[in-house]
Every structure is written in structure tokens, then in C-alpha cells.
């Protein structure tokens, strides 16, 4: 069985992000979501989510943008001097390499995250990463334990799969500088993550077989879609996206995914895309199916 979780990142960053990421699973392809905790449009999620009942909906583990979930004060090693999250995953990195992150305080802030996305009435599907902070050294285990502690059966592996990236890369009209650029990240998002699915099976949380969409995020193409529903192999994989339409919260947030978004939107409800999965026997599933099988 070819099953396929189409998951889209940075649910509760834009009413305009989350309606595409609605029409993305109302007319197209998407069966789950990522909801950002501290996003500027949470609210606005979770009251479209009481109206998508078959939509998957996962918990984004944020330590890049915006502010604190936390109580500030009990999060300090995360901020920098304005009180909001201290940059992407490279500024984490560099700030672990120096001893100036406290991991308790990890745990504690995305413990904030996990608990307000409960307390709005959803049950996650599974956990996953803001720019992939989770696969961070020290990081996945955090994760992991509260997955087990919240009941979370599921949890994303950064992982991307070699074949699956090439057949993304089909199409025109990419930036190739960004998709090489997004390669190179891959891999070595890919060496952190070598032991994660043994890690994540050893915790007894469930995860996908594979994973791609991290070299062309924000580079979709319809033509790489396509080559990778033809060549998807059997068992469950998870491709990444990221739809949504621009409006002016969008333009004014420091994200360079802008029109790519509603590019994706336009992708992702393709009748002939749709018309590929069905002619492929492919399942489109979420999270909770997953965590079902394992």
C-alpha cells in the first residue's frame, strides 16, 4: 500500500496561510497541518479547524520566530534582546556550540506550545519542527518525551529520502541556487537525523517510512509533484508543503515564502494531480493513521 501524508507547515501564521492550507484540503491533496502556537493568526486556526474535521492537525515546535509561548522571563536563553525567538535553526546551533542554550528551558517552551494547542480542544496528530529545530543535537529526545507525555503518537523525521528529492526537482523555472542550497541542508538535516526512526521507535512513537519536500521548499513545481506520486514507494510518505495566500501580515513577516505559497495552493488542488493519486492507488492519510499501524 502506497500511503501518502501531505502536510502543511506554519498553520496560525496568516489568515491568508490558513486559508490556503483549508482550500489546499478542501479541493486539493492535504490531509494535515502543522499549528504554529505562537503564531499571529492562532486564534483564527483553531476556529477553522472546528470546521475542517478531516484535516490532521500536528503541533509546530517553534524556537525561530516570533515570541514565547512560555512566560518569558523562564524561557531567556531562547530570546534575544527584543524577547522574541533568537533566529533559525543555524543561529541554535551556533548559540548550543557556545553553552548559551538551556535545554530545560526547551523543554519548557515547547511544554507551553504543546499545552495551548490542547487547551484550544485539539488533540495533536504529531509533533513536528519549525525549520526542523526538532532534529537538532538534543533536541529530538525533547521531543520525543513530550510526545509520551501528552499522548502524541506520532512525531516527524527530518529526514529526506534521495529519490524522492530528485523526483521533486522535476520542473522549470526553479531557483536552483535555493533548491542546491536546500540540498545541502537535507543532508545534513539527514546526518542528524540517522538514528531518529530507531530513537522514535524505542520511545514507542509512530513515524513515517519517508519524508521529502526540504530542497524544494518554496520551489515546488507541479511537474515535480507528479514524478513523485509516479515513483512513491509503497509503504507511508510524508511530503512537506507549504500553501497560503499572501496577505499583508504575510508581506510584513520575515518569511521569504510569499507568492511560492499561493503557488503551491494552485499545485496542490491540480485536478490532474488529484487525478494522478487516484490512478496511482494512492491513500492520502494523516498522522493518526500512522500511529494506528505502528
Not at 238 to 244: D, F
Request: proline share 3%; hydrophobic share 40%.
Amino acid at each position: 500500500m502506497k500511503n501518502l501524508i501531505v502536510n502543511a507547515d506554519d498553520l496560525g501564521w496568516s489568515e491568508g496561510v490558513n486559508r490556503g492550507i483549508a482550500e489546499a484540503h478542501r479541493n486539493g491533496i492535504v490531509t494535515s497541518a502543522s499549528l504554529l502556537a505562537n503564531g499571529a493568526a492562532f486564534v483564527l486556526a483553531v476556529e477553522q479547524v472546528r470546521t475542517t474535521p478531516g484535516l490532521g492537525v500536528g503541533v509546530h515546535l517553534n524556537l525561530s520566530d516570533g515570541p514565547p509561548t512560555a512566560e518569558p522571563e523562564t524561557v531567556t536563553s531562547l530570546l534575544n534582546d527584543t524577547g522574541d525567538f533568537a533566529g533559525g535553526p543555524e543561529g541554535l546551533l551556533l548559540k548550543m556550540a557556545r553553552r548559551g542554550i538551556d535545554f530545560g528551558e526547551v523543554e519548557r517552551e515547547w511544554e507551553a506550545q504543546i499545552a495551548k494547542v490542547r487547551d484550544a480542544g485539539i488533540e495533536p496528530t504529531h509533533l513536528d519542527g519549525h525549520k526542523h529545530v526538532h532534529m537538532l543535537p538534543g533536541f529530538f529526545e525533547i521531543a520525543l518525551r513530550l510526545a509520551k507525555r501528552h499522548g502524541i503518537a506520532a512525531v516527524r523525521v527530518a529526514h529526506e529520502e534521495s529519490s524522492l528529492r530528485t523526483a521533486l526537482a522535476a520542473g522549470r523555472d526553479q531557483n536552483t541556487s535555493v533548491v542546491m542550497k536546500q540540498g545541502v541542508q537535507a543532508r545534513g538535516l539527514k546526518l542528524l537525523a540517522r538514528d531518529a526512526r530507531e530513537m522514535a521507535e524505542k520511545a514507542g512513537i509512530a513515524t513515517a517510512d519517508y519524508f521529502c519536500g526540504i530542497a524544494q521548499t518554496g520551489e515546488l513545481t507541479r511537474d515535480g509533484v507528479e514524478r513523485l506520486l509516479r515513483s512513491l514507494p509503497e509503504g507511508t510518505t510524508e511530503l512537506m508543503v507549504h500553501p497560503g495566500y499572501v496577505d499583508d501580515a504575510l508581506r510584513k513577516s520575515p518569511t521569504r515564502l510569499q507568492e511560492s505559497r499561493e503557488q503551491e495552493v494552485r499545485i496542490l488542488t491540480d485536478t490532474g494531480i488529484r487525478n494522478v493519486v487516484a490512478s496511482e492507488g494512492i491513500r492520502l492519510i494523516d498522522y493518526s493513521f500512522v500511529a494506528e499501524a505502528a
